[in-house]
């Protein structure tokens, strides 16, 4: 049975483009009647509130993190479970209430599609211990910054469409926003010389359209862009994207939808516990959909790291 007085909820009303904003009293109205009163209440107004938020929750005992946003969200969330460098509260639970634009961790986690079914589950789902990913990476200003992700980090083309993303497209949805954006990008975007090093044992050096870091599956508003990727198998998943003709990009980037993109000879895919990127020009970089900066930047693994709350479908491993 949970306890709403041990429960800490946060709503990010900016996100799927201020959409949730609308949504607000209709979430909080289901978590009353489900979980009843007595949670405290956070709403985000700026960025990385929500990790101050849950940092400072934590620290006061709170037991249960409800979080109703995006992936951005969710990323900037499961930052706050953390302090020095280690989870504050390894008991520590997150429930996701999805609202964003592109939903990739959702879909990876088969978090179901209605605001009350997933409140029911957060209450009633089971508990999975998840990884994490911990990137080290270089901001605007060149200043070496850590983050953890919870989904996915791109370098190169996904993180150029991050960049470019506009509000203006995020407010059509998110298998359109990306889509879109992605198009656009691909038609522009060159591939740049960049050096991949994997576990200290595989290393690529080749012009690349993209480097793919990844723990779950999906991204982008529907691109099954990792298909082998389980968020519980302690291995990140690295996905190269070959320098390529504006032609082939295109016969390519319909088959990420459906995962078929992996069998191309334009792209390469591993899995590992560390990656190091490096590259001689300025390549952009995001996390869960969110832009970060650019290279050098290096990813590890967190094993079973954070408890969350899902459906408990896939009781080998969620993909």
């Known amino acids: 049975m949970i306890n709403a007085k041990k429960t800490h909820?946060?709503?990010?009303?900016?996100?799927?483009?201020g959409k949730t904003a609308?949504?607000?009293?209709?979430?909080?109205?289901?978590?009353?009647?489900?979980?009843?009163?007595?949670?405290?209440?956070?709403?985000?107004?700026?960025?990385?509130?929500?990790?101050f938020s849950i940092r400072n929750a934590i620290s006061k005992g709170k037991t249960l993190i409800i979080v109703a946003g995006g992936d951005g969200t969710i990323q900037d969330a499961v930052n706050g479970f953390f302090s020095n460098g280690k989870l504050s509260n390894p008991e520590c639970q997150l429930g996701i209430?999805?609202?964003?634009?592109?939903?990739?961790?959702?879909?990876?986690l088969h978090l179901p599609?209605?605001?009350?079914?997933?409140?029911?589950?957060?209450?009633?789902?089971?508990?999975?211990?998840?990884?994490?990913?911990?990137?080290?990476?270089?901001?605007?200003?060149?200043?070496?910054?850590?983050?953890?992700?919870?989904?996915?980090?791109q370098s190169g083309i996904g993180g150029a469409v991050v960049k470019r993303l506009s509000a203006t497209f995020k407010r059509i949805g998110g298998f359109i926003a990306f889509g879109s954006t992605s198009v656009l990008t691909a038609l522009r975007y060159q591939g740049r010389p960049a050096t991949v090093i994997i576990d200290g044992t595989i290393k690529v050096?080749?012009?690349?359209?993209?480097?793919?870091?990844?723990?779950?599956?999906?991204?982008?508003?529907?691109?099954?862009?990792?298909?082998?990727?389980?968020?519980?198998d302690s291995l990140l998943d690295i996905l190269l994207i070959?320098?390529?003709?504006?032609?082939?990009?295109?016969?390519?980037?319909?088959?990420?939808?459906s995962g078929r993109h992996?069998?191309?000879?334009?792209?390469?895919?591993?899995?590992?516990?560390?990656?190091?990127v490096s590259s001689p020009t300025s390549i952009p970089l995001e996390a869960d959909g969110e832009y970060l900066g650019g290279l050098p930047f290096s990813v590890e693994i967190i094993p079973?790291?954070?408890?969350?709350?899902?459906?408990?479908?896939?009781?080998?491993?969620?993909?």
């Open 113 to 153: 599609t209605s605001f009350e079914a997933q409140i029911q589950t957060i209450i009633n789902g089971e508990s999975r211990a998840v990884d994490i990913g911990k990137i080290i990476y270089k901001n605007g200003d060149g200043t070496t910054k850590k983050r953890y992700f919870v989904n996915e980090c």
């Open 242 to 257: 070959h320098d390529q003709p504006v032609s082939k990009r295109f016969s390519n980037f319909a088959k990420i939808y």
């Open 97 to 108: 209430i999805n609202s964003g634009t592109g939903c990739g961790f959702a879909q990876t």
């Open 9 to 17: 909820v946060i709503i990010n009303p900016q996100s799927a483009s």
């Open 304 to 319: 079973s790291c954070l408890q969350i709350k899902c459906s408990g479908q896939n009781n080998g491993g969620l993909t």
């Open 205 to 232: 050096s080749r012009p690349l359209l993209g480097i793919v870091v990844s723990i779950g599956r999906y991204t982008g508003g529907g691109m099954d862009l990792m298909p082998l990727a389980v968020v519980d």
């Open 262 to 276: 992996i069998s191309s000879p334009e792209f390469s895919y591993y899995k590992g516990k560390k990656v190091f």
């Open 22 to 51: 609308k949504r607000q009293n209709q979430i909080l109205d289901m978590i009353d009647r489900k979980l009843g009163k007595g949670y405290s209440l956070f709403i985000i107004r700026n960025p990385h509130d929500a990790s």
